[in-house]
């Protein structure tokens, strides 16, 4: 689909981004804990997008590409003296996860439709939160080829605008500012680091160290059984995952993305992975040291900080946390504990 | 002990509270729930002192007895001309939770000795953390009786000041500057709960909440098996809880002091009361929707929202979300949970 030279967002891209999202995002709270400093020999500060809107970094790039299409449709109408042009006002994706919530959510707030393609195997209480946002749902055969055919009906029949969940540079610019935000409360980090799925949370926190912090480096950091980004950083040419490899980071299932890629290739400077255990001790780690529910994505460059591989002993490091959306009910370091340490309540007596 | 007329807090020395603390303790977020906000039917804003240094607000009403302790010692080492009086730096308490650990880093950031009597079958994680604050321990029998002997000969032999966990006034007005951030931040709440152990928390929020927004409603929340403030409040005679209350909110099973009783009485308008299983549910669903780590004590103000007993539909709440130190390792709502319904990682196959 896409080939030779795309168009990349610039650091110009982002900045112009954070002015836009000025408002519409929330400015997510920078957490420390000395007890994980502790642990892992390091400063660590943790930028808290578990806490944005929807749950999850990707309201941010959502919202920039949406922002810029109702800024387009509204100069459309204008120009057209409003009717026709004014009445397409309607955003499509692919997504079983938080994508697809964010740009609901994103959709609602300014009054667009919002059609969310869905495989009918998705997890049921990430489908409910897509709803929840007011999206319309069409479920589709898993696997990419029935999305796409799913979305290019969707689009035929609707005229909907498409908004891909990394591969888009509206929404890489919109997720590189959450890092222009920790850069300006924290301009001293010395390593920036963030989960890498399609790449995209990266690829413009990457732009964005780049723009304001030369020297800061920016590593990241992958599930070993969806090492695609990898693989294709270190390798020096684009490799996909072949089907959904078994990660419990349901969020980085996906392969790296064009855009992505080439960005990674001018302004990442590394990419580390970690196994399925640690990501999960990671989350319980997150949750004691810092009281905080993160999914099991945002557990991953966690996950690497722990076991050393990101920065130096004494370094200062910046972590996007990319959400916190977990099923309870299926939270997965609670089988670890034996029952019979569990609590138990005194009024059970 | 305390009998007839005892030095009560102003909202002034709130608000010097707040302008001596500045730097000193962190400016907590303000967190809201669209999921939360449509279970309830009310607009509520979370004041996360979970996220406070030492997870608790009980950093800043240590700290604010501290700096106080400290302004005077260094007073009167200039007026001796240092030497002796400068020498005396120590600060000793009972307690056996947060109070403790927090007393005991707000002394190290400040270069005192910190000791804290704790009774010896004491929660060992909550006796580690304040070890690890930089505490020493003296380990007693359980009861006030014994706690409050070695706490005397303590003081006896080390000539340490002594900093009560909610009884003094310089705790309650320090308790109080949560309440000034969230109303500076947000003043057009309607009501302002918080819950009710010792009182301290509740009296210090009435203090700012009447200074600040007089027609903000302030409303304490207790467990029903320890609910003492709630039938002194509604009784008109403070009475206290025999022995230790049954309740998995640890940090209410005290009784209310006589400080933070007589603000009640003139500044509080209510205090309600839930049960443990209430309690429970309401950590679980803080975890889902706010994404965040509570503890049973901060779940009670929670769970009598979720009960519909504070405020009205429609209106706009404010919660002291009060710590966030719980051992995971004995968290109460994941029993709940069959464990068929657990996670099944993929690398398990």
Not at 29 to 47: C, H, Q, Y
Not at 71 to 80: N, Q, S
Request: aromatic share 4%.
């Amino acid at each position: 689909m896409l080939s030779g030279e795309v168009d990349l967002p610039t650091f110009g891209d982002v900045v112009a981004a954070h002015d836009r999202l000025r408002g519409h995002v929330a400015r997510t709270p920078v957490l420390a804990s000395p007890r994980f400093d502790e642990r892992v020999g390091r400063r660590v500060l943790f930028k808290c997008e578990s806490l944005q809107h929807a749950g999850a970094f990707k309201f941010r790039g959502a919202s920039n590409a949406l922002l810029q299409l109702e800024a387009a449709a509204r100069k459309a109408a204008a120009g057209a003296g409003a009717g026709i042009a004014g009445a397409a006002r309607v955003v499509a994706t692919h997504s079983s996860g938080n994508h697809g919530a964010a740009l609901a959510r994103a959709a609602a707030g300014i009054g667009w439709r919002c059609i969310v393609i869905v495989p009918h195997d998705a997890n049921p209480v990430k489908t409910a939160a897509i709803r929840a946002a007011g999206a319309e749902l069409v479920t589709c055969e898993p696997g990419l080829a029935p999305r796409e055919a799913a979305l290019a009906e969707v689009v035929a029949r609707t005229g909907a605008e498409v908004v891909h969940p990394f591969d888009d540079s509206r929404v890489i610019a919109g997720q590189g500012t959450a890092a222009i935000e920790l850069l300006s409360d924290h301009p001293d980090l010395e390593v920036l680091t963030a989960p890498v799925g399609g790449g995209g949370l990266l690829a413009g926190s990457a732009l964005a160290v780049r723009g304001m912090l030369p020297s800061c480096r920016v590593v990241g950091a992958e599930p070993e059984v969806a090492d695609d980004a990898a693989r294709s950083f270190h390798g020096g040419v684009r490799v996909g995952m072949p089907g959904s490899p078994p990660t419990i980071a349901d969020g980085l299932r996906g392969s790296i993305g064009v855009r992505p890629y080439a960005i990674f290739r001018r302004h990442v400077d590394d990419v580390v992975t970690v196994s399925e255990r640690a990501i999960v001790e990671a989350m319980r780690i997150a949750l004691e040291d810092l009281r905080l529910l993160v999914e099991p994505s945002s557990a991953v460059p966690i996950a690497a900080l722990i076991a050393g591989r990101i920065g130096a002993p004494g370094q200062r490091i910046g972590v996007i946390v990319s959400g916190g959306n977990v099923d309870l009910s299926v939270c997965p370091f609670l089988s670890a504990a034996p029952a019979s340490t569990r609590y138990r309540p005194p009024y059970r007596g």
